[in-house]
T-cell receptor, first 117, second 112 residues
Framework: AQTVTQSQPEMSVQEAETVTLSCTYD???????LFWYKQPPSRQMILVIR??????QNATENRFSVNFQKAAKSFSLKISDSQLGDTAMYFC??????????????FGGGTRLMVKP | NAGVTQTPKFRILKIGQSMTLQCTQD?????MYWYRQDPGMGLKLIYY???????DKGEVPNGYNVSRSTTEDFPLRLELAAPSQTSVYFC???????????FGPGTRLTVT
């Protein structure tokens, strides 16, 4: 079984600054994906970024990038030039591609991010 | 293209009542999922389906049932509602060739 841990229940950042959200995971699988999802007050789950474990290069999507440390089982999310619309809950999620019937996602407990003007 | 839709958006049930949460996707995705999100927590998988006629249990299936008679629809049935089922319920889907799941807007259910 996999576990995903987000050790920062809440964080805040000033608008236009950079913030990093932490995520660690525990697994014995070698083939997997990692995701960051954003959940704004509207409740909608929005995929922010994903990383395939076999890729060494860190994924980037505009202002969002990850620091994937496979040996340390760490997957942090960096948000650059923070905007008020980034205020949301952020969930780290793990998906094993083998030995995972249905390919279920395992979620961390979330980090609530507030961007201050 | 509406994506994944869920009805209702909100519902209050009395203990012991039953209801069905509806989920429909128009992307012709084979895989569909039901998750629940308790306050301040991440999502946990209730049931999933890999195609019409095929369903299986997730992490927290007790108190729920599902069916998948068509590719588009994946309803979740609550029998004998209990306060422990107070939660937000999300439906998701994905195509077989990608691991990215697309989520519906959620249903907030309160059981009192």
């Amino acid at each position: 079984a996999q576990t995903v841990t987000q050790s920062q229940p809440e964080m805040s950042v000033q608008e236009a600054e950079t913030v990093t959200l932490s995520c660690t995971y525990d697994t014995s699988e070698s083939n997997y994906y990692l995701f960051w999802y954003k959940q704004p007050p509207s409740r909608q789950m929005i995929l922010v970024i994903r990383q395939e474990a076999y890729k060494q290069q860190n994924a980037t999507e505009n202002r969002f990038s990850v620091n994937f440390q496979k040996a340390a089982k760490s997957f942090s999310l960096k948000i650059s030039d923070s905007q008020l619309g980034d205020t949301a809950m952020y969930f780290c999620a793990f998906l094993a591609t083998v030995n995972n019937a249905g390919n279920m996602l395992t979620f961390g407990g979330g980090t609530r991010l507030m961007v201050k003007p | 293209n509406a994506g994944v839709t869920q009805t209702p958006k909100f519902r209050i049930l009395k203990i012991g009542q039953s209801m069905t949460l509806q989920c429909t996707q128009d992307m012709n995705h084979n895989y569909m999922y039901w998750y629940r999100q308790d306050p301040g927590m991440g999502l946990k998988l209730i049931y999933y389906s890999v195609g019409a006629g095929i369903t299986d249990k997730g992490e927290v299936p007790n108190g729920y049932n599902v069916s998948r008679s068509t590719t588009e629809d994946f309803p979740l049935r609550l029998e004998l509602a209990a306060p422990s089922q107070t939660s937000v319920y999300f439906c998701a889907s994905r195509r077989a060739s990608s691991y990215e799941q697309y989520f519906g807007p959620g249903t907030r259910l309160t059981v009192t």
